[in-house]
Nanobody
């Protein structure tokens, strides 16, 4: 049974930093690309934030590339998202996904709330 469990969210003030984690189990973590998405209030669908391939190649949405860093530790089956200089508009549920083509697995998300 595939599971993705996110953690590390919380309520913070603008300008602070957070590091989100996503632990995968039930599949070969190192063989899959991994992604982070945002589910923000008022959004109709998840918005892609960042990806990291199985061999460590990273991509970012233009809106976050200067503040967000995606990384992975295959030995720990863990995906990370470092968010620096948090902004009010970063408030969202952050969801990780495992891209194990042809399958995609999703976590439940971790809430990040940024106050001014």
């Amino acid at each position: 049974q595939v599971q993705l469990v996110e953690s590390g969210g919380g309520s913070v003030q603008a300008g602070e930093s957070l590091k989100l984690s996503c632990v995968g189990s039930g599949y070969v973590f190192s063989s899959c690309g991994m992604d982070w998405y945002q589910e923000a209030p008022g959004q109709q669908q998840r918005e892609w934030v960042a990806s990291i391939s199985d061999d460590g190649y990273t991509k970012y949405a233009d809106s976050v590339k200067e503040r967000f860093t995606i990384s992975r530790n295959n030995a720990k089956n863990t995906l990370y998202l470092q968010i620096n200089n948090l902004k009010y508009e970063d408030t969202a549920v952050y969801v990780c996904a495992a891209d194990c083509t042809p399958y995609t697995y999703w976590g439940q998300g971790t809430q990040v709330t940024v106050s001014l």
